[in-house]
Each structure stands twice: as C-alpha cells, then as structure tokens.
C-alpha cells in the first residue's frame, strides 16, 4: 500500500521543532482541503455566482471564494500561524502572536471556472516569522520566496490532490476516501528538461511586448520555423491544473505582463500564487521566473503584488528570458516566421 502524507511528513522533519510545526500546518490544511472537495462535490446553486464584493486584487469574489478563504482561515486558526494573508482579504489576519510561522493562501485559484466543473485549487505558501518580523504582518509577507519552509497547492478536479514540498522534492498525494486521508502517488517529480507543450492565454496576443509575441510565433511556427519541430498548446485557465501537468509531462507556463490597463506585471500574485508555485516547479528540477529575473529571489513589496510569470521546464524558460533580455536573439530570428504567425493580421 502507498505510503500515507502523514508518514512521510514525520520523515522530512525528523526531531526539527520548525519542521514539525510546518507539518502540522500542512496536515491542517489537508483537512481543510477536504472540507471544501465535499462543498464543491455537494454543488449547490450559486456556488460559482458573484458574491457581491470584490477581493483585494479588483476580482469579482465568487460565493466559493468566501466559502474557501472561510474554511482556510479555520485551519490557520488551529495551527501555529501569526498570520493569515489571503488573497481573499485587504489585510493580513493576525492570529496566533507567538507563532513562529506565517501562511499567505489563494483559497480558490481558477475560480472563473467553478460553474464550468473543471479543477479548481488552493495555493499555499508557509514562511517563517523570525524575530525582526514579530508582530509586523507587513514585513512577514515582504519575505523572498526562498525563505519558504513548504509550499504547495491542491487541485480539486477528478480526484483531490496535494503536491507540495518542504524543500526536499517535490512529491504529490492523492486523497483516499476509503483510507480517510491522502497517500502518496508520486514522489520527487522530476520535470522533464525539454517542452513539447505551452499554455498561455492568446487571446492577449495583441497586449503583449514584442519578445513576447516572438517567442510565441516561433512555437506557434513548430516544424517549420526556427524551432524545427512542433508544440501543442493548452490553456486551462487554472494555473493549479496547468501547473500539475507541466510537472507531469515538460511544458512551459507564461502569463506576461501586457499593455491592459493595471497588466504592466501580469495578473498573477507574487506571494501567494508564484512563489509556491515557483518553489513546488524548482524542487522538481524546473524553473520560475517573471520572464528574467528568478521569482523566489524578487522581494515583495506587499501581500498582494502582481508579478509576470514563467514557469516549467527550465531550458524553455530559460529561453524566454533570452527572448527578453537579448535583443541580437531576436535580430537573428527569420523575418519569414513573423509573417508566418497565425496570429498576424
Ligand atoms: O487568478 C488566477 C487565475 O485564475 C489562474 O489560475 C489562471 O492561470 C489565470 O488566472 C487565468 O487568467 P485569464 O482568465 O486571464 O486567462
């Protein structure tokens, strides 16, 4: 029988008191988690209906999403966390002012897609509150990604998974009704190096920067452009479930800046969506960044920054961050392939 997340919690942490207590969060947010998978298996009307208000990044906030940041909050109440920033909420919550760590959550990522049933997640990132954060919910969540002590996401489609890491791989759990909890179904993910698949949302294409649409027109060209073979796209719009299959099988994820108005960096956040994302993909052997600079070494200005997004199999984004920051790279492109593009007018 699979090993159980319990059992492989108590592995990673051996006696670190830190560690343990990064265990007993995840553990918390595990039943969190399944709380909300029986919400949404019960349905109900109105789930996916605008709740009325608007979160602190301008999104219309749909009933789910108060549902979940409800349910998140709950876990964080029940363990060792000094604070709470949701996405969901203007400001950090202070709970516990002695605890030593500090949980940034997306209770519901993908939630344009709640009343269309298709996988929805939760993104978590667990960092620490060290002396010079005490009691200062403004500084805890200015951290870098790299601080992070574990980080993860769940997806709620099919089945209920967990992939997370603390540091040490990258490792994914399923939940088993049946046993009552999650076991392990896949551990130390390792991404493959080479894409054969990229998501982005194209229907942006004409906001995008130049290296941007570049890069996207030579993949979009496959076998006959300057790549010399061809890509598949996929877009689900719910980085939880694009993020799973890019560590699955290969592939790179972008969601770039663009010239829309408030777009300049994206529309993802940096601290409680791309930075355990970041820390999930590099723990795999892949690599995050917000098209040149690596996500978990950019310091955050605040709980709710926006940052452009990178992310998968580290020699594609590598690429991308040539595209960007090597003009000579886009000199040599053929102009034959921009007239190409499907994209062009
Ligand atoms: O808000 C986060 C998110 O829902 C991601 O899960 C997803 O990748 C992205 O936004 C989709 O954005 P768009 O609707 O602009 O394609």
């Given at each position: 029988?699979?090993?159980?997340?319990?059992?492989?919690?108590?592995?990673?942490?051996g006696?670190?008191?830190?560690?343990?207590?990064?265990?007993?969060?995840?553990?918390?947010?595990?039943?969190?988690?399944?709380?909300l998978?029986?919400?949404?298996i019960?349905g109900?009307?109105?789930?996916?209906?605008?709740?009325?208000?608007?979160?602190?990044?301008g999104?219309?906030?749909?009933?789910?999403?108060?549902?979940a940041?409800?349910?998140?909050?709950?876990?964080?109440?029940?363990?060792?966390?000094?604070?709470?920033g949701?996405e969901?909420?203007?400001?950090?919550?202070a709970l516990?002012?002695d605890?030593?760590?500090?949980?940034?959550?997306?209770?519901?990522?993908?939630?344009?897609?709640?009343?269309?049933?298709v996988?929805?997640?939760?993104?978590?990132?667990?960092?620490?509150?060290g002396?010079?954060?005490?009691?200062?919910?403004?500084?805890?969540?200015?951290?870098?990604?790299?601080?992070?002590?574990?980080?993860?996401?769940?997806?709620?489609?099919?089945?209920?998974?967990?992939v997370?890491?603390?540091?040490?791989?990258?490792?994914?759990?399923?939940?088993?009704?049946?046993?009552?909890?999650?076991?392990?179904?896949?551990?130390?993910?390792?991404?493959?190096?080479?894409?054969?698949?990229?998501?982005?949302?194209?229907?942006?294409?004409?906001?995008?920067?130049?290296?941007?649409?570049?890069?996207?027109?030579?993949l979009?060209?496959?076998?006959?452009?300057?790549?010399?073979?061809?890509?598949?796209?996929?877009?689900?719009?719910?980085?939880?479930?694009?993020?799973?299959?890019?560590?699955?099988?290969?592939?790179?994820?972008?969601?770039?800046?663009?010239?829309?108005?408030?777009?300049?960096?994206?529309?993802?956040?940096?601290?409680?969506?791309?930075?355990?994302?970041?820390?999930?993909?590099?723990n795999?052997?892949?690599?995050?960044?917000?098209?040149t600079?690596?996500?978990?070494?950019?310091?955050?200005?605040?709980?709710?920054?926006?940052?452009p997004?990178?992310?998968?199999?580290?020699?594609?984004?590598?690429?991308?961050?040539?595209?960007?920051?090597?003009?000579s790279?886009?000199?040599?492109?053929?102009?034959?392939?921009?007239?190409?593009?499907?994209?062009?007018?």
């Amino acid at each position: 029988m699979a090993s159980s997340l319990d059992a492989h919690l108590s592995s990673e942490c051996g006696s670190d008191p830190l560690k343990r207590q990064v265990a007993d969060t995840i553990r918390n947010l595990c039943s969190a988690s399944v709380k909300l998978r029986n919400k949404i298996i019960a349905g109900g009307e109105g789930m996916g209906n605008a709740h009325g208000a608007t979160n602190a990044g301008g999104d219309v906030q749909k009933e789910l999403d108060v549902v979940a940041d409800k349910v998140f909050l709950e876990a964080a109440e029940a363990s060792p966390i000094a604070f709470f920033g949701s996405e969901e909420q203007d400001e950090a919550v202070a709970l516990k002012l002695d605890a030593p760590l500090a949980l940034a959550i997306d209770p519901l990522d993908g939630s344009s897609n709640i009343e269309t049933n298709v996988s929805i997640g939760t993104i978590f990132s667990i960092l620490p509150v060290g002396d010079e954060h005490r009691g200062d919910p403004a500084s805890v969540f200015r951290q870098k990604g790299s601080v992070q002590l574990g980080a993860g996401f769940f997806v709620y489609g099919p089945q209920l998974l967990l992939v997370m890491s603390m540091g040490n791989g990258t490792h994914v759990f399923i939940f088993s009704p049946s046993f009552g909890g999650f076991v392990e179904l896949k551990s130390s993910l390792v991404l493959l190096d080479k894409a054969k698949e990229f998501a982005i949302n194209a229907s942006n294409y004409r906001h995008w920067d130049q290296p941007i649409r570049s890069y996207v027109d030579d993949l979009l060209a496959g076998s006959e452009g300057p790549r010399e073979r061809d890509f598949n796209m996929r877009w689900i719009a719910s980085m939880v479930a694009d993020c799973y299959r890019i560590l699955l099988r290969g592939g790179i994820f972008l969601y770039p800046g663009d010239g829309r108005k408030g777009y300049a960096k994206g529309r993802l956040r940096l601290v409680y969506e791309a930075n355990p994302i970041a820390f999930c993909v590099e723990n795999a052997g892949g690599l995050a960044t917000d098209g040149t600079t690596r996500i978990l070494d950019i310091v955050p200005e605040g709980l709710h920054d926006r940052t452009p997004l990178v992310f998968g199999s580290k020699r594609e984004v590598e690429r991308v961050a040539r595209y960007i920051a090597d003009p000579s790279a886009l000199a040599e492109r053929s102009p034959l392939f921009g007239k190409r593009s499907l994209f062009r007018a």
